[in-house]
């Protein structure tokens, strides 16, 4: 395994690569050209860098974040609030841009980004973020399972219908369907088949006769006629899941448990 910085000069460049939940793999690396490696290609970038790497042997999640200008062409402010890049995987490390031998130093998933005039910064969490999840279920009057996930025991494909993208309306996030999305959409999703977006889930906030307000912008470049996924939703209430589903049996919640709110309650007479 090849040993960086074990010499007064060396030739060494950083590098990181954007695994994409849409299956795009980007590049970059801060080299002054574009340096192909382990399959990929690693654009140059030299305005992109990790602003910091926090590496320990702790159980506490390990501080990483990158920035940088929003100048080169494979990403874009667009894309960013179209949540191609949310909770994308990623992989930092250096690269000898002669021999092209390189070592990852850091890998995790991209968390919250931050958007302005000078660029964009992105927070990183490694694998050990997973342990900072509280995996004990805490009381709640609403169902904690995901609708047709663990827990639900209910198949996402009862509920699941195609449909295509008739008209879109980027000033109010809000699209149409060629079938129409009936009843009991809000809260669900659609998942995109065609498009810049390709395999992007949207949830649905609102419905209005054929129209859908989806939770975030969706690519000005998405083609009207692209084909999409759409699933019936869920409010995660026990009615709903009685009357509408049938699943009162899987029903992940405590809506008869007293909450703080009993001890703050006045005495009345009847």
Request: net charge negative; aromatic share 8%; with cysteine.
């Amino acid at each position: 395994m090849r040993v960086f910085f074990d010499r007064e000069l060396d030739n060494v460049a950083t590098f990181w690569r954007i695994h994409r939940r849409d299956g795009v793999t980007l590049g970059f690396s801060t080299h002054d050209r574009d340096l192909v490696f382990n399959g990929i290609r690693h654009r140059s970038a030299p305005g992109m860098q990790p602003a910091a790497i926090r590496m320990t042997t702790e159980i506490a999640d390990d501080s990483a974040e990158v920035e940088g200008a929003l100048s080169h062409d494979a990403i874009s402010e667009n894309d960013m609030a179209a949540g191609l890049y949310d909770e994308a995987g990623i992989a930092i490390g250096a690269v000898d841009w002669e021999t092209l031998e390189s070592e990852v130093l850091y890998s995790g998933r991209i968390g919250q980004i931050e958007v302005d005039e000078r660029g964009f910064s992105a927070q990183l969490r490694s694998a050990k973020y997973i342990l900072d999840q509280d995996l004990v279920p805490r009381t709640s009057p609403t169902c904690r399972a995901q609708f047709c996930g663990p827990g639900c025991g209910l198949s996402s494909a009862r509920f699941t219908s195609r449909t295509t993208i008739t008209d879109i309306d980027p000033s109010t996030n809000r699209i149409a369907l060629s079938s129409g999305p009936g009843q009991d959409v809000v809260d669900g999703q659609i998942r995109l088949l065609d498009g810049p977006q390709t395999g992007l889930v949207f949830a649905i906030m609102d419905e209005e006769g054929a129209w859908i307000t989806l939770d975030r912008p969706m690519s000005q470049d998405t083609p009207t006629g692209a084909k999409a996924e759409l699933r019936l939703g869920c409010d995660h209430t026990l009615t709903t899941c009685a009357n509408r589903f049938g699943n009162a049996r899987n029903f992940r919640g405590e809506p008869f448990l007293p909450g703080n709110d009993l001890l703050t309650r006045y005495g009345r007479s009847s």
